[in-house]
């Protein structure tokens, strides 16, 4: 994550490109946004290339969306974990209602098939448990 002072210098650059934000708050969002670049760099780079090719400002979810996929949880964020031995299976997770896993939702199978594909349609439906009920995981 950047510092706001870096995330605000970088969103300045976008200063002379059209639709560039006229309040303070739509310049904060955008600083908000910057801000939750990796590194940097990475931010640096992104800026360079948006001023190459765009004549517009971007939005703040054109700047999440470019960072997004860069943090996600690496494997080597999970060490945490306790390790399975080879061939053994995890222990499946235990809901109160094995239907839904407890998220008041589930997926059924209609019969009626999709004409370009020939797969069945699909769809949610509302699980009959007790709301009351939702989220208690056995003990």
Sequence with gaps: MLLKNIALGLVERFSGLDRFPASDRGLDELVKAMIEAPDHHVAERFVAHWLKTRKFCPKP??????????????????????PLAPGQEPAPAEYF???????????????????????????????SHPPSATGKRKR
């Design 61 to 82: 979810c054109d700047i999440h969306q470019e960072f997004e996929p860069l943090r996600k949880p690496r494997y080597q964020d999970f060490k945490a974990l306790p």
């Design 97 to 127: 209602c094995n239907q839904c896993e407890d998220s008041g939702w589930y997926i059924v199978t209609m019969a009626q098939k999709i004409s370009e594909t020939g797969q069945n349609y699909t769809a949610a439906k509302r699980c």
